[in-house]
T-cell receptor, first 114, second 114 residues
C-alpha cells in the first residue's frame, strides 16, 4: 500500500491567491482527517469526513477554508484567498471508522504564503 | 470536551539514558490513548496505543507507556535511548463514540545527544 498520499509536498504562493491541497487516503479507509500544524498552535483538527460526509468542521478557522471529499479516494482542502498566517504544514490522515487503530498520516504539505 | 497536556515541550537527554515523556489528559467520557512520533520533515507515525486490558503497553522499538486512570496520565518511557530516537512525540486521545477524531497534545521534542 502506498499510504496516504498528499500533494503538493511544498507550496509557495502569494497572499490573495487560491491554494488547493490534495489527499488520497488509503484504499478501504472510510474516515479522513485534515490537520494543520504550526509552532504556535501545534496540531489542530480542521475537519473530518466519515464515508465522504463531513462530520465536524468546527476546526476550520474561517470561511476562506473549505474542504470536499467527492469520493472515497480523494479529498481537497482549499484556501481562498490565502493569507500569510495560513502558512503551516497541512496533514491528511485516514483510518477505518469502526476500528480503533489510530490514523495513517500523509507526509504533509508545507504551505508558505508570502 | 477533551484536552491533552504534554508537560514538557523539550527533553534533552544523553544517549543510553532513560527518558520519560509526560502526558496528562482531561475528558468527560472514556478515551483511547495513543502516542505518535514525528521525525523531521515527515508525517506522524503511530508508536503505541492503549485500548483496554493491561495498562502497560509496549512498542516494537523499546518504548512503553502506562495508562493511569486515577491520575489521567499516559506517560511514555524508554529505559535507554538512542540517537535515532530524536524526534517529536505526540500524545493523543480518542473519545469513545465520537466519530474517531483524535485530539493531540502540543508535542514533546526529544533530543538525544551523544
Amino acid at each position: 500500500d502506498a499510504g496516504v498520499i498528499q500533494s503538493p509536498r511544498h507550496e509557495v504562493t502569494e497572499m490573495g491567491q487560491e491554494v488547493t491541497l490534495r489527499c488520497k487516503p488509503i484504499s478501504g479507509h472510510n474516515s479522513l482527517f485534515w490537520y494543520r500544524q504550526t509552532m504556535m498552535r501545534g496540531l489542530e483538527l480542521l475537519i473530518y469526513f466519515n464515508n465522504n460526509v463531513p462530520i465536524d468542521d468546527s476546526g476550520m478557522p474561517e470561511d476562506r477554508f473549505s474542504a470536499k471529499m467527492p469520493n472515497a479516494s480523494f479529498s481537497t482542502l482549499k484556501i481562498q484567498p490565502s493569507e500569510p498566517r495560513d502558512s503551516a504544514v497541512y496533514f491528511c490522515a485516514s483510518s477505518y471508522r469502526d476500528r480503533v487503530n489510530g490514523y495513517t498520516f500523509g507526509s504533509g504539505t508545507r504551505l508558505t504564503v508570502v | 470536551a477533551q484536552s491533552v497536556t504534554q508537560l514538557d515541550s523539550q527533553v534533552p537527554v544523553f544517549e543510553e539514558a532513560p527518558v520519560e515523556l509526560r502526558c496528562n489528559y482531561s475528558s468527560s467520557v472514556s478515551v483511547y490513548l495513543f502516542w505518535y512520533v514525528q521525525y523531521p520533515n515527515q508525517g506522524l507515525q503511530l508508536l503505541l496505543k492503549y485500548l483496554s486490558g493491561s495498562t502497560l503497553v509496549e512498542s516494537i522499538n523499546g518504548f512503553e507507556a502506562e495508562f493511569n486512570k486515577s491520575q489521567t496520565s499516559f506517560h511514555l518511557r524508554k529505559p535507554s535511548v538512542h540517537i535515532s530516537d530524536t524526534a517529536e512525540y505526540f500524545c493523543a486521545v480518542r473519545p469513545h463514540n465520537q466519530g474517531g477524531k483524535l485530539i493531540f497534545g502540543q508535542g514533546t521534542e526529544l533530543s538525544v545527544k551523544p
